[in-house]
């Protein structure tokens, strides 16, 4: 086993989201960084969409769930207990790689939820608190939008114009209209012009352009930050005080080295970041590294969401232009105690439409089109024809949901596997059952000949969420209100994990809004923890 002598002042296990920005911030301030990545770099040009055989991509290499997937750079996940497959793309931006780009922040309500529903629990920070990092963020990212939408706090002017609301959308605005309920141009991290040196995305490729690699990275490594990939890590390293001295990990050749640093930051998202703390045992922490209360792995949140296509007689396009949310509506967001559950959702209008093989299989809502002698003509109903929306939830915290090691299941370096433990909530299901009746009365005011739908999507597991989560009380919560873990001084989580509710918008800003504010908060009251 080798050791790097060369202790830097923080080492960064994920190259993600959070990983890439937070990195990006400390190196500003000529804080000494090193980034452990298990993948590596993905191209820009990788996974051109105009390629005969591009929607192929999406069944084998680029496909979102690892289990498929099976890159080197994969881990084997035990999802047999879920009825929501975990996704994720292991890559330098890791799952940004894959992302529809989609940029919503949360609502300041969803910082209180104990306040407002008396469920869960709050946050240990409140909207206000992280606006000037979401700020940050966007123009970070890029963001394309229109600013004014009136179910959110007032926002600066939007980086780039909006993304075009496509035929699809345009036809579902009046049916929004009809119903007389709220609806608005997405912000979306697709750059819509050319920003910070980087070309507009088009949608010439299915990998994202709007992903950490490129927006947050090369900025990242010019101030000096250093990032080592293909680096898969076994457990994080203490000494007999308990403070983090670094982590054994496996090279791209599989030899065992060990980095040291004087502070240890986990980036991992809310799987990967559980069992890691999971598998660092050791006679201070027999049950798992920062994990003296057990909820490490516990109350994991997804979003839950079902799905509702409506088929058109007018032609709205196929797949052609950059993928994503193109149009929300939040008119069902907070909590109305008259519609018999808690907290609320988000419809979101999916712009484009769906390549031939995605519309043959039935896209996101997996209702294939019928082989036999009625396939052609079903398909010509929705090939070009379809417009979809996704009704996307917020899930509570539940601490029978969540994250252990798999007994027996290891990935390619004997490291035991995650396995998922979830079931939905009965406030879950009547929340996916109100979206979905709403959204239909959506595509039948709007005009469609036919609507289908999904009560509950099994793809759905981008969002791993709240399985070290932040809050004030050591006894209650794995890491304090800055994401430093209670039980090891020297130890933050800045991903997905730390979150203490899901709310019912995608989390990356939000993600990427607290690793940041971690950042400045190591950079200042907290400097003494690199020193």
Known sequence: MASHQDIPDVLVIGAGASGAAFTWSLSQAGIKVVCLEQGGWVPQNAFPANEPQSQLYWQNEFHPNPNFRKLPEDYPINEDDTPIAPLLYNAVGGSTIHWGSHIPRFHPSDFRVKTEDGVAEDWPLSYEELEPYYDLNDRMTGVSG?????????????????????????????????????????????????????????????????????????????????????????????????????????????????????????????????????????????????????????????????????????????????????????????????????????????????????????????????????????????????????????????????????????????????????TLSENSHKLLDHGVARAREVMVAAGAKKVLSVHQRRNAGWHLLGTARMGNDPATSVVDRWGRAHDVPNLFIIDGSIFVTGAGVNPTPTIQALALRTADYIKGEGRGVVQ
């Open 146 to 422: 229109l600013r004014g939408d009136p179910a959110y706090p007032p926002k600066p002017d939007r980086p780039c114009p909006p993304i075009s609301i496509r035929p699809a959308g345009q036809v579902l605005a009046k049916g929004f209209d009809k119903l007389g309920w709220h609806w608005w141009s997405s912000d979306t991290a697709i750059s819509s012009v050319d920003y910070d040196g980087r070309k507009a995305d088009t949608g010439k490729y299915l990998r994202s352009l709007a992903s950490a690699d490129l927006n947050y990275w090369p900025k990242a490594l010019q101030l000096g930050a250093k990032l080592k990939t293909h680096c898969r890590v076994r457990e994080i390293l203490v000494d007999k005080s308990g403070r983090a001295t670094g982590a054994l990990y496996y090279d791209a050749k599989g030899n065992l080295q060990e980095q040291r640093a004087k502070v240890v930051v986990m980036a991992c998202n809310g799987l990967g970041t559980s069992r890691l703390l999971l598998n660092s045992r050791s006679s201070l922490f027999p049950d798992g590294l920062a994990n003296s209360t057990g909820l490490v792995g516990k109350n994991l949140m997804h979003h839950p969401v079902s799905m509702v296509m409506g088929l058109f007689d007018q032609w709205l396009g196929t797949d052609e232009g950059v993928r994503g949310s193109t149009m929300l509506s939040q008119e069902f967001y907070e909590s109305d105690p008259r519609r018999g559950f808690l907290r609320g959702y988000d419809l979101q209008v999916l712009g484009n439409g769906f390549a031939p093989l995605t519309a043959a299989l039935g896209g996101l809502l997996a209702q294939r089109v019928a082989w036999g002698a009625g396939h052609h003509k079903e398909f010509q109903e929705r090939f070009g024809h379809a417009v979809a929306i996704t009704i996307m939830t917020d899930d509570l915290p539940e601490e029978h949901n969540r994250v252990t090691l798999d007994a027996k299941l290891t990935d390619s370096h004997g490291i035991p596997a995650p396995k998922i433990s979830y």
